[in-house]
């Protein structure tokens, strides 16, 4: 797993990615436009520049969130890369609506245990399969990244993206999954930018109230982990709802599970469930995540082969696990920071690496 330090301002940020991930980065670039081509049936340059003028994303980025509009555009100066291409790049959920397509899967379990004396006795637990198109397989990076402002995180991310999912050294951990069924919006804040922007908030608190103020570009739910405490919300363009943690328990995948999307509320009915195995594997989760399941049953239950969580590309769905993540969140962050382990690729293939603070 390789891990690049990002310091200082968005744009010194961005640099020292680019630069760390150039040849990631061009190659990845490349199999997208490939990917584009065989989605569109036309030039990808020509779909690029038609995408960028019918969404107001670089817009709302430099209103609500220019410091990471910036390491955007040092992650593309710094890897010699055109800058519509990162940028279109960075806004990958918002691709998948405005192709019609139905996006990729995930898998995200939560949980609040009891706090214990050692650091390992943490006091919440978050993780997640992160499923993507098997085109991204080969380009997983973790940034560890310090802002000017304060903020030091680590985020699981695809070179040339600015992340995908992580946790905060104060005590703050975010995981996704899209929802393509929900409405989405051209003018809202494109999905890496609301996690990147979450875990920069200085608290946990202040994160689940500003998930809920962000206007959002794309059907996703997030889920929250802090010091003793779970939550999830299912973002719509129209509306924000609270999932409930029933047991201290928290199980998401890729369909509503609120009384109020799931009974047709901001719905976009054009997205296709072809080959989703969302209701699935959620049935299959819910059933082995249960109170008391620690990190070692939450790897267990990543790797399942039998649904699966772990996903290989099928015929009808070219997605694999692009990574899996687990973290443990303490009482004390100040004193103790969150744990957090990876595995690139698929957990039934891959092998665990813990990743340190420095």
């Known amino acids: 797993m390789q891990v690049i330090e990002c310091r200082g301002s968005g744009r010194a940020r961005g640099q020292a990615h680019g630069e760390a991930a150039r040849d990631l980065i061009a190659d990845a670039l490349q199999r997208w436009h490939d ?110 990244l310090e802002t000017r402002a304060g903020s030091e995180s680590m985020v699981l991310t695809a070179a040339g993206m600015i992340g995908l999912t992580g946790i905060a050294r104060h005590g703050l951990g975010v995981c996704v999954n899209t929802m393509p069924m929900l409405t989405h919006s051209p003018a809202g804040l494109p999905v890496a930018f609301v996690l990147r922007t979450l875990l920069e908030t200085p608290s946990f608190a202040q ?73 699935e594997r959620l049935a299959f989760i819910r059933t082995a995540f249960q109170p008391g399941s620690g990190l070692e049953d939450v790897k267990r239950i990543l790797a399942d082969r039998s649904v699966p969580v772990s996903v290989t590309p099928t015929e009808l769905r070219d997605t694999a696990t692009f990574a899996a993540i687990a973290a443990l969140i303490s009482a004390e962050p100040s004193i103790y920071p969150p744990d957090l382990q990876i595995c690139p690729g698929p957990p039934h293939l891959g092998t665990w690496e813990v990743m340190r603070w420095w």
Not at 79 to 97: C, G, I, K, P, R
Not at 106 to 125: D, I, P
Not at 209 to 231: F, N
């Open 35 to 144: 990917a584009l081509g065989r989605a569109t049936g036309d030039s990808p340059r020509r779909y690029l520049e038609s995408f960028l003028a019918e969404t107001h994303f670089v817009a709302i980025c430099e209103a609500l969130a220019p410091d990471l509009l910036e390491e955007v555009r040092g992650i593309a100066e710094a890897a010699h890369a055109d800058l519509s291409d990162v940028l279109t790049y960075n806004f990958m959920d918002e691709q998948w609506w405005h192709l019609a397509e139905q996006g990729s899967g995930c898998s995200v379990l939560g949980a609040t245990v009891s706090a214990g004396v050692q650091r390992k006795q943490a006091t919440a637990l978050l993780a997640q399969n992160m499923d993507l198109p098997s085109y991204l397989d080969g380009s997983q990076l973790l940034l560890h």
């Open 207 to 279: 994160a689940c109230k500003l998930v809920t103020e962000i206007p959002h570009a794309s059907g996703q739910h997030y889920a929250l982990a802090g010091p003793g405490v779970i939550r999830g919300f299912e973002c719509s363009s129209d509306e924000v709802v609270e999932v409930a943690v029933a047991g201290g328990l928290l199980c998401h995948t890729n369909h509503p599970v609120t009384k109020r999307f799931d009974e047709g509320g901001s719905w976009r009915t054009s997205a296709s469930s072809r080959g989703s195995t969302s209701a």
